[in-house]
Every structure is written in C-alpha cells, then in structure tokens.
C-alpha cells in the first residue's frame, strides 16, 4: 500500500468516530448546554454522598455484583459439559445456549412479565395448588431485575467459558484422576485454574452489561427499583436535568471502566503466576 | 449427556431453564384466544397476531427499524472494511491507539452514548432524529466490522495478493479479484451481527426517538406500559421467527457458533 492509502481508507471512519460519538461523549459527560463543568462535579460528590442516590447506586452495583455470581455459576458448568460431552447433541445444546444473544431483549424480558406478573405462571400455579392465598408480589422486585438480567447475560457467560474450557486439554483430566484425584478435586485443582482466564472475561462482560442494561430495569423493576440506567433516562428525558444526567452518566462509564481495568489486572497477575 | 456430574449437571439445567423458558412462555401466551396476558392461556386463536399485524404503530415502526438497520450495516461496511485493511494491512503510525478507536464505541454503556447524541447532535446541532439515530447505530456497528472482518483478513494470506500484483494486476483489481473474496465469510458475518445489533437496540433508540420515526422495540416497550393485552406477545413471537429464520442461515452458510460465539468447532 502506498503511504497515503492508509489515510484515505481510515478517513470516513475517523471523522465519524470523532463527530458521531467521541466529542458529543466528551462534550456531554463535561459540558453540557447551559451547564458549567464545575456543577456536574458537585452533582457527582452529591450523589456519592445522598442516600437517595447512594441507594442506586449501591442497588446497580450489587444487582451486578449477584447476576455475575449467578451468570458464572450457571454459566460455567454449561460450558464445561458441552465442551466435554461427545454426544452429539451437544452441538444442538451450544446453538440453543447462544441463540437468546440474537434474540431482541423486549422479547426476552416480556417473558418474565408472563412468568411472574400477577395473573402470570408463578403466581397461578401458586394459588392453584393452594399454596397461598393471593399471588405474591414477584413482579418489580429486585429478584425480577435479577431473573432478567440472568437471562439476558448468560449466553455471554458460557460463550466465553467455552472457548477457555476448550482450550484445557481433556488428557490432563485423565492424568489427575490417573495419580488419584476424585473427580471433584480434578475439577477444582485442573479445570478452573487453567480456564480462569475465561472465567475472568465472562464476569467482566456480564457486570458491564448489567450495570449499563435499560429494558430489564424498565420493564421488571418499574419505578419502585430504580437502577442507575433508569435514572439517567429520567434526568435526561423526563425532568431535563442534564447536570445529573452527566454525573450519573459518568457514574456509569466509571463503574464500566473500573470493572474492564481491574480485569486486565486480574489477567495480567494471572499471566506472571 | 451423562449424569456423572450431578451437580454440574443440576446447574446447567437451572441455567437453560432461565434462558429459555420465558421465552416459550411468550410463545404460548401469543396463541391465547383470551383478553388479558394471563397464565395458562384461555382457548387458542391468531387474533392477538391479526391484531398486531393490523396495528399501525407496530408496522410503522417495524418498517422504520428495517430501513435503519439495512443503511446502518451498509454505511458502517462501506466505512469499517477499508479501515480494517488500513489497520491490519497498511504501515500506519499508533496502529494500536487506531484500532483501540474503532473498537471504543463497545466500552461506553450505549445509553451514555444515546445521551450524548440526543444532547449533542440532535438539540444543539439540530440534526433530525433519523440522522442521528443513523450516525449512532452505524458508529456502535463499527466494532464488529473492524472486528470481524479483520480476523477474516488475518486468515487471507497477503502473500496472494502481491502474487496478483506481481502479475501485473493494479492495486485495485488485486483488492477486487483476489482479497475481497477471501473476506467474504468475514463480511457476511459482520453484516449479519450489524443488523441483528441494530435491529434490536434499546438504548439509543430509546433516547433519539421522535414520533415521526420510532423504532420497534421502543415502540413495543411503550405499549406494553399502557396495556396489558396479548398483542406484545404475538408481536414478539414474530420478531422470535424472524430470529429463527436469521439463525438458519447463519448457520447454513458460515456457521452460527463461529459469527455469534467466536467458536470453531
């Protein structure tokens, strides 16, 4: 290629970066119309200091904190059977696992209002049985925000569970249970370690997809369980308060780069051991 | 599968009942001949999918996200594949930090970005709706095109072209007859995950939305603020076929692992 091409082919698509998405962020995140920076940064102390805010916040990062927990718990088993099972509905069982990812999230999270509204599934079987009286109230509760955000994460989880999973080579299972090990130790002392990494990608990708997701919130948390993405719907488009949109909108992308660099910590340790 | 790890196997059936159960959940109700989304649903009929099909906010609007994500993935094609080759094939300075860029819209959470656009674009520069949700769509779609199609270029052996070159082709018709053929699993893969991407976006969507264009997500996530009534739910059982028959092509052509998961099997 000669020296100029490169430019010429990068061009169309630096502007547009530049125009349609790094300078509006920047611009927005520091000045927003009519508003000095300095505001968004006392808006910003405010919320880290205010308990109403705190309470969202602390609400968002521990929904993450548990749905990560959950997504790898579920996840990696998942990824560990299919990638060592030979049968060949494993391959069925991958595709099944990695299909929801294509699937719109309106679609997805619409199912846990039928599963868990007041006329939904839960809730009749519940009266059916005469378990209980009435329903109980599933629906807008922080277990909802949980399910659904579970649902909608977990194909991500296994993915990248997989391919770490996969690259761990089965004879070294053989080995350990050759010398004696019980299955489960083989499986504590071999197949973690050595997929960690994957392990360490998979909780990265689910906390800051949850902690940023906006359907789920909307849909199953409703105005009583208010998470941070909501929040910043509301300052921005409801009451038009753009120098708290700002701050929580920083909250957000801190919260998303303090997970991203902890973990290529994490990686980068794990790569020294 | 063998049951030799109960555990493990317990776990994995609590996961795939998560992921997929409400989804048939959704299914069943869309057949319900009954009035209001309950459970189990009351006799069987197709009258909450004429009625979606004959609501014209749900057509309008599927109408609007089609256009949008069709000219997104094009645009975001025609701009991602020559930086692709500029990144990994030119000699350009600050390779990393150019690449670091294109794959940058992925780190910031989109309703961030939606912000920015709304405020930014569409009230201080006064940009139509259409325009902006263009310009953000196409840039959240870049990542995937430089991605994806880069490691289809990483897998194209430069070698070929300069052979082509050597031959006496010009610069452009090595490009034409010898790489962009190499790229096309690459392409398609990228094309297919752009307008899934697009089509169903929420964040951006949500924020640039006006009432003349509105995009269908949105537009179901309204509805189903105001009324509690099956017509979502036929709604969505079509958006699910439509996904369906996505997959099976994925599938047939590149392989649906290898373009949605990363995975070679």
């Known amino acids: ?273 | 599968m063998k049951t030799r790890r109960p555990v493990a196997g317990a776990l994995a059936v609590a996961g795939y009942i998560i992921m997929i159960v409400p989804i048939l959940f959704v299914v069943a109700t869309a057949f319900t001949a009954g009035e209001t989304l309950r459970f189990p649903p009351q006799g069987l009929s197709l009258r909450w999918f004429e009625a979606a099909l004959s609501y014209d906010p749900f057509i309008g609007a599927l109408v609007s996200s089609l256009q949008l994500a069709v000219l997104a993935t094009v645009i975001a094609l025609l701009v991602g594949i020559p930086a692709t080759l500029a990144i990994y094939r030119g000699k350009i300075p600050g390779k990393g930090l150019v690449e670091g860029l294109f794959l940058s819209p992925l780190i910031v959470p989109e309703l961030v970005v939606g912000l920015a656009l709304y405020q930014q674009l569409m009230i201080g520069l006064k940009l139509d709706n259409f325009e902006t949700l263009l310009i953000g769509h196409t840039v959240l779609m870049l990542p995937y095109a430089v991605r994806v199609t880069g490691a289809s270029l990483a897998l194209a052996d430069p070698a070929l072209e300069e052979a082509a070159r050597g031959l006496g082709a010009s610069p452009l018709r090595a490009f034409f007859t010898v790489t962009l053929p190499m790229l096309r699993p690459g392409i398609f893969s990228a094309g297919l995950l752009s307008f899934v991407t697009s089509f169903n976006n929420v964040p951006l969507s949500l924020l640039l939305q006006s009432r003349d264009f509105r995009t269908l997500p949105v537009t179901m996530l309204d509805y189903v603020q105001q009324s509690y009534d099956p017509m979502v739910a036929a709604m969505a059982t079509l958006i699910l076929a439509g996904t369906v028959v996505i997959a099976i092509i994925a599938e047939r052509t590149v392989g649906f692992a290898r373009i949605f998961g990363g995975i070679n099997r």
Request: hydrophobic share 55%.
């Open chain 1, 1 to 273: 290629m000669r020296s100029r091409t490169p430019v010429l082919l990068l061009a169309p698509g630096l502007i547009l970066l530049l125009a349609g998405f790094l300078i509006p962020s920047i611009a927005m995140l520091f000045s927003p119309p009519g508003v000095a920076p300095a505001e968004i940064f006392v808006r910003f102390g405010e919320m880290l200091t205010d308990p109403y805010d705190l309470r969202i916040i602390g609400r968002t990062v521990g929904i993450g904190l548990i749905v990560t927990l959950v997504c790898v718990v579920l996840g990696f088993p998942i990824a560990y059977l299919l990638a060592r099972s030979t049968s060949r509905w494993s391959g069925v069982l991958l595709a099944l696992a990695i299909f929801p990812l294509l699937l719109s999230n309106v679609v997805r999270t619409f199912g846990w209002l039928v599963v868990l509204g007041a006329n939904g599934a839960i809730g009749q079987l519940l009266t059916g049985l005469g378990l209980v009286d009435r329903a109980p109230q599933l629906l807008y509760t922080e277990l909802a925000i949980v399910l659904g955000l579970t649902q909608l994460f977990l194909p991500l989880a296994i993915i990248s569970c997989y391919s770490a999973v996969a690259q761990v080579d089965p004879g070294l299972d053989d080995a350990a249970r050759g010398l004696g090990a019980s299955r489960t130790r083989t499986f504590w002392s071999i197949v973690i370690p050595l997929s960690s990494p994957g392990i360490v990608v998979a909780a990265t990708l689910v906390f800051a997809g949850s902690v940023t997701a906006y359907t789920t919130p909307y849909l199953l948390g409703g105005s009583s369980q208010r998470m941070l993405s909501t929040q910043l719907f509301s300052y921005s488009s409801v009451t038009i308060d753009w120098a708290s949109a700002s701050a929580t909108a920083l909250i957000m992308t801190l919260l998303v780069f303090l997970i991203s660099g902890l973990s290529s910590l994490v990686a980068r340790k794990g790569a020294i051991a």
